[in-house]
């Protein structure tokens, strides 16, 4: 593979500065070849906190990190604020917001964004949580409509204000539910003398018959009773029908008034156009061999959530979760260095380290291999795994600090609306919005 233009070594280009893409510049430190990241932030997102920063327990300098910052030490790594939106296999070029690139090797890490399975209505009104400003737009909005809920003069004005929806039980939902019931049961009345605990609702909805579906049926049944003592209402089997931003409705004919849904019910990869829709699977995702090269070329490959490995023990490609991700970016980081010396190239296999989800003050529950335990120490694990993978000493010291604070005070985080959230309004002549079947 030869050089580009302006280098005497091989381009590698990264897209995306999440887990994968930090694994695979990093395995390429100090090595005869150019890294270029970009990414539409210029910093890495924790994403496994956002939901504290969305409920205003963290702050969200303290989840992210410099993707500048990060690599400061290593000399052959630049990187730009950019957003991919067309690969040129033919060319070996991208085309980006800031112009033209051109690789020897691409790694598209790009991860994933929310899937609303075609609901355009529920696109519009449901909140999404997979990015900092994503997150801080949700904070916005659920402190806004706190304020205008004690402004209402009956319980059925402030109704809507007070219900929360989160549609999807995986880590994400479960974690939030949790979060907000803790809102509720610690710090509403304190900060809202005005309102009651009861008045509050928080529901949790999933179309899978357990919560946490993808974890044991032990921690699953653990995480439900977990959420239930808490006064989570917990709905399983059932399925969103549509959302207006008024009302969400379910098949069946339930429905609850909300202005607060929060949708996580599932995930799409984010690929930029150029790729023949042939190699894109179900999910969005882009099916790739055993080393993570995308099907049918030689230098491009595909990591994480965005990549779709289809085996005999994988038929529908490994879960969307950090370690995957970072796994698979330190073996294709090995590879390409393979490949440029003319070696042979290492087939990828992951390597499952386990599962875990919080719940709320010491509760948690955790899957690690065989061994299977929730409550007080599953917590203090998921705290000790999570505070240990965020980037940047600061951050740790911040994190730990506002946790330790949050423990002792039952009141954690200062719940500021720093600005306010303000939802588009429909198009006029928008078309007529499909149901999500």
């Known amino acids: 593979m030869k050089a580009t233009e302006t280098s005497r070594f091989p381009q590698v280009v990264i897209i995306g500065g999440g887990f994968g893409g930090l694994e695979v510049a990093k395995a390429l430190a100090d ?12 910093y890495h997102t924790f ?3 956002l939901y504290q920063v969305a409920t205003g327990s963290l702050e969200a300098g303290s989840i992210a990190f410099s993707l500048r910052k990060n690599f400061d030490d290593q000399k052959n790594f630049r990187f730009r604020v950019a957003e991919a939106t067309q690969i040129n296999p033919e060319k070996n070029t991208i085309d980006t917001t800031i112009g033209e690139i051109a690789y020897d090797y691409l790694v598209i890490a790009s991860g994933s964004t929310t899937n609303f399975f075609g609901n355009k209505d529920i696109e519009h009104h449901a909140m999404p949580m997979k990015s900092i400003p994503e997150a801080l737009d ?4 659920l402190l806004q409509h706190l304020e205008e809920a004690v402004l209402k003069a009956t319980k059925e004005e402030r109704e809507p204000y007070l219900n929360f929806v989160l549609v999807g039980a995986g880590p994400t939902g479960v974690e939030l539910a949790g979060a907000l019931a803790e809102l509720r049961n610690n710090i509403l009345t ?15 909805v999933d179309f899978m018959p357990r919560v946490l579906s ?22 399983v089997n059932v399925k969103v029908d549509n959302y207006d931003g008024e009302t969400i409705t379910f098949e069946g004919g339930k429905s609850v008034r909300t202005k607060n849904v929060i949708w996580s019910a599932g995930v799409m990869g984010s690929v930029p156009e150029g790729l023949d829709k042939d190699i894109i699977m179900r999910g969005n995702r882009v099916k790739t061999d055993n080393i993570c090269r995308v099907e049918g070329f030689e230098n491009i490959f595909a990591i994480g959530d965005v990549a779709a490995m289809i085996t005999n023990d994988t038929p529908k490609g490994h879960p969307g979760v950090a370690q995957v991700a970072i796994q698979m970016g330190k073996t294709t980081g090995k590879n390409i ?13 992951y390597f499952d380290k386990g599962s875990l989800a919080t719940i709320g003050r010491n509760k948690a529950v955790a899957d690690l291999g065989k061994i299977k335990f929730q409550g007080f120490f599953a917590w203090v694990v998921w705290m000790f795994v999570h505070l240990i993978s965020l980037l940047g000493f600061r951050n740790k010291v911040v994190v730990f600090i506002n946790w330790v604070g949050s423990y002792i005070s039952y009141n954690g985080g200062s719940r500021l609306i720093i600005r306010r959230f303000v939802k588009e309004a429909v198009p006029q002549d928008a078309e007529p919005l499909p149901n999500s079947d």
């Open 31 to 42: 090595q005869p070849v150019d890294v270029l990241m970009l990414d539409k932030h210029n």
């Open 214 to 235: 993808a974890m044991s049926e032990q921690a699953s049944a653990a995480a439900k009773d977990f959420l239930t003592k808490m006064g989570v209402e917990v709905l």
């Open 138 to 141: 949700l904070r916005y909005m």
């Open 47 to 49: 994403q496994p906190l």
């Open 190 to 204: 304190k900060d809202y003398p005005e309102l009651k605990k009861d008045e509050m609702k928080v529901y949790l």
């Open 337 to 349: 260095l393979h490949l440029i010396k003319g070696e042979t190239t290492e087939s990828f296999k």
